[in-house]
C-alpha cells in the first residue's frame, strides 16, 4: 500500500502524512498479531492469547545522532543497539552490492523484498529481491539529537509547523542513510522501516501530549491540532505563496485532506484492498482518545525525552500518550550505549532551569549547540530527487543553525544565470582595459614580451640591411656591364 500510486501522494508532503503512517502502523502491528495468533505454536509463544500482547518497538534515532564535526565514526553505524546481527541485521554488509549478510532476514530462505531494488549510485549490480542497506553516513549523517527534537516538539506548536518539520530531516534522513529500499516508496520491504515510523508516530504521540492536544475531543480539534495541507510544504517548480496541490496520478484529481476525508488505503487499484475494505479512516477518526478509533488506541513506554526534558513542556499536565507503564505499549526496543550524551544535556537542561532560566530559552540553546556540533547536510541529487518524490521543500530541512535552502537558492541563481554570468564578464573585461583601475600586470610577463619586441626589431633591421646590401651589389655589377658594353662599342667605332 505504501508504494501504491493512488496512496503515495497523499500520504507524503501533505497533512496526512503522521495520521496516514500511523494507521498503516496500525495494519502492520494487527498483521502481526494475526499471524502469531494463528501460528503461535511455530513462533515458540505458549499460549495463543499472548499473541496479543505483541507490539511494535521503535528505533530512537534521536540517541544515534552525529555529534561530530570532525571524525569519520558513525555512532549509528558503528554502535547502534539497533544493528544487531542476531536480530534485524547489522551493518557489516557486502562492500560490493550491499547485501546484508546475518540477522533474520538473511537467515529465512523463503524471505524477499517484494520489489527488485538496487541503486546505480551505489552499485552496478541489477536489481533483484535480497534486502540491502547502504550507511550512507557520509552524504546523510543522522543530525537531530533529543535537544533539537524536544526543542522542535515545544515552540513548534502549530500542526502545520510541527509536521512539516518531523517529514522532512527527522523522517528523511533515517531512509536516506540506510538507502536501497529505504531510500523508495518500497521502503516497507525493510523491516527496519517500521521501528524508524514508530519512532516518528511516538514524536508525534509526545507533540500532542506535550501540549495537552489528547484532552481535546476529536469533534473539537482546530487547525491548531489539525490544519489541512496539500502540499504542507510547496515542493519543486511549486515555490511561491500558492503552491500547486499535488494530484491524485490515477484519478486525476486534488488530493482531499481536511478532517474529515478518508485516508486513502487502496491496494492495487482499482480493486482496492479487500482485506481493509472503505470507508477507511480520517484523521479525525484517528485523534486520540479514550477509546481509539475500532479498538486503536496507543499509548509509549517511559520515555527519555520526557524524562530528561519534560519540564519544557509547562502546558503538560499529566504524561498520558507517552512515559506509559511499560507493560501496556509500544517501547524503545533496546538500552542505548550512547545515553551518556543525553545524561550530559539533561543535566545542563536541569542546571540551568534550576537558576531561574525560561525552559524553552535553555532548550533552544542547547538544541542550537547540538546542532553547530554536529555534520550538516549536503545538497545533492539524491537529496532532492527524495524532496521532489516527497512533495516537500527544500525550506524544510533548514535547521536552527544551517540555512539549506539558501545555498539551494544561490546554487539554483548560479545555474540559472550561468550564461549571463559568462557575458557580463566579457564585458567586464573589456571595462576593466578602459578603466583607471587596470588589472596588475605580472613583471616577468613585461619582460618577456621587451625581449621579443626586441628581439623582432632587430631581425627586421638585419633583414633590410642585408637586403640593401645585395641590392647595392646588384646594382655595380650592372654598371659595370654597361660600361664594357659602351666602351666595346666606342672600340668598334673607332674601327
Known amino acids: 500500500m505504501h508504494n501504491e500510486a493512488y496512496n503515495v501522494g497523499d500520504w507524503h508532503g501533505t497533512s496526512m502524512f503522521l495520521p496516514a503512517h500511523k494507521w498503516y502502523l496500525w495494519v502492520y502491528e494487527s498483521s502481526l498479531i494475526y499471524t502469531a495468533y494463528h501460528n503461535y505454536k511455530a513462533i515458540g509463544i505458549t499460549k495463543r492469547e499472548d499473541a496479543c500482547r505483541i507490539t511494535l518497538p521503535y528505533w530512537d534515532w534521536t540517541l544515534d545522532y552525529d555529534d561530530n564535526l570532525n571524525d569519520t565514526y558513525c555512532p549509528f553505524r558503528d554502535e547502534s543497539p539497533l544493528l544487531d546481527a542476531n536480530d534485524i541485521g547489522s551493518s557489516d554488509v557486502d562492500p560490493i552490492n550491499f547485501y546484508v549478510k546475518d540477522?533474520?532476514?538473511?537467515?529465512?530462505?523463503?524471505?524477499?523484498?517484494?520489489?527488485?531494488?538496487?541503486d546505480p549510485i551505489y552499485s552496478s549490480f541489477p536489481p533483484d529481491k535480497r534486502l540491502k542497506r547502504v550507511f550512507d553516513c557520509t552524504n546523510f549523517p543522522l543530525t537531530t539529537g533529543p535537544t533539537q527534537t524536544m526543542d522542535a516538539i515545544t515552540s513548534k506548536n502549530q500542526f502545520k509547523n510541527f509536521t512539516v518539520w518531523l517529514e522532512a530531516i527527522p523522517h528523511s534522513l533515517p531512509h536516506l542513510t540506510l538507502g536501497m529500499s529505504m531510500?523508495?516508496?518500497?521502503?516497507?520491504?525493510?523491516?527496519?522501516?517500521?521501528?524508524?515510523?514508530?519512532?516518528?508516530?511516538?514524536?508525534?504521540?509526545?507533540?500532542?501530549?506535550?501540549?495537552?492536544?489528547e484532552n481535546i475531543?476529536?469533534?473539537?480539534?482546530?487547525?491548531?491540532?489539525?490544519?489541512?495541507?496539500?502540499?504542507?510544504?510547496?515542493?519543486?517548480?511549486?515555490?511561491?505563496?500558492?503552491?500547486?496541490?499535488?494530484?491524485?496520478?490515477?484519478?486525476?484529481?486534488?488530493?482531499?485532506?481536511?478532517?474529515?476525508?478518508?485516508?486513502?488505503?487502496?491496494?492495487?487499484?482499482?480493486?482496492?484492498?479487500?482485506?481493509?475494505?472503505?470507508?477507511?479512516?480520517?484523521?479525525?477518526?484517528?485523534?486520540?482518545?479514550?477509546?481509539?478509533?475500532?479498538?486503536?488506541?496507543?499509548?509509549?513506554?517511559?520515555?527519555?525525552?520526557?524524562?530528561?526534558?519534560?519540564?519544557?513542556?509547562?502546558?503538560?499536565?499529566?504524561?498520558?500518550?507517552?512515559?506509559?507503564?511499560?507493560?501496556?505499549?509500544?517501547?524503545?526496543?533496546?538500552?542505548?550505549?550512547?545515553?551518556?550524551?543525553?545524561?550530559?544535556?539533561?543535566?545542563?537542561?536541569?542546571?540551568e532551569i534550576a537558576s531561574g532560566k525560561s525552559t524553552l530559552g535553555v532548550i533552544y540553546n542547547l538544541a542550537y549547540e547540538e546542532c553547530t556540533e554536529a555534520p550538516k547536510l549536503k545538497i545533492t541529487p539524491r537529496l532532492l530527487e527524495w524532496i521532489q518524490m516527497n512533495h516537500l521543500d527544500i525550506s524544510a530541512f533548514d535547521t536552527v543553525c544551517d540555512k539549506l535552502s539558501r545555498y539551494h537558492e544561490d546554487n539554483i541563481d548560479e545555474a540559472n544565470n550561468e550564461e549571463t554570468t559568462s557575458k557580463t564578464k566579457q564585458i567586464n573585461i573589456v571595462a576593466e582595459r578602459d578603466s583607471s583601475d587596470k588589472a596588475v600586470v605580472p613583471l616577468w610577463v613585461i619582460i618577456t614580451l621587451s625581449v621579443g619586441a626586441f628581439v623582432l626589431l632587430v631581425?627586421?633591421?638585419?633583414?633590410?640591411?642585408?637586403?640593401l646590401r645585395i641590392s647595392k651589389v646588384k646594382y655595380v655589377d650592372d654598371s659595370y656591364r654597361v660600361m664594357d658594353k659602351y666602351k666595346m662599342f666606342v672600340d668598334v667605332k673607332k674601327i
Not at 509526545?206 to 501540549?211: A, Y
Not at 631581425?459 to 640591411?465: R, Y
Request: include cysteine; glycine fraction near 6%; charged fraction near 15%.
Open 103 to 118: 540477522g533474520y532476514f538473511n537467515n529465512l530462505k523463503d524471505w524477499t523484498l517484494a520489489f527488485s531494488v538496487t
Open 183 to 213: 531510500g523508495l516508496m518500497s521502503s516497507p520491504d525493510d523491516p527496519i522501516f517500521f521501528l524508524h515510523h514508530a519512532n516518528v508516530d511516538r514524536l508525534y504521540h509526545l507533540w500532542m501530549d506535550c501540549h495537552d492536544y
Open 217 to 351: 475531543t476529536a469533534d473539537s480539534i482546530t487547525p491548531t491540532q489539525y490544519e489541512a495541507l496539500n502540499p504542507s510544504g510547496s515542493g519543486p517548480a511549486q515555490s511561491g505563496s500558492n503552491p500547486s496541490p499535488t494530484v491524485n496520478p490515477i484519478t486525476g484529481l486534488i488530493y482531499e485532506v481536511t478532517a474529515d476525508t478518508e485516508i486513502p488505503f487502496s491496494w492495487n487499484y482499482p480493486s482496492h484492498n479487500v482485506l481493509f475494505p472503505q470507508p477507511w479512516p480520517t484523521p479525525r477518526d484517528l485523534w486520540p482518545s479514550v477509546n481509539g478509533y475500532k479498538g486503536y488506541n496507543v499509548r509509549y513506554g517511559p520515555d527519555n525525552l520526557v524524562l530528561s526534558f519534560g519540564e519544557a513542556c509547562p502546558n503538560n499536565q499529566q504524561w498520558t500518550l507517552v512515559n506509559y507503564e511499560e507493560s501496556q505499549q509500544r517501547s524503545i526496543s533496546k538500552s542505548h550505549p550512547h545515553k551518556d550524551k543525553l545524561k550530559k544535556q539533561s543535566d545542563t537542561f536541569k542546571k
Open 459 to 467: 631581425t627586421i633591421i638585419v633583414l633590410v640591411v642585408i637586403y
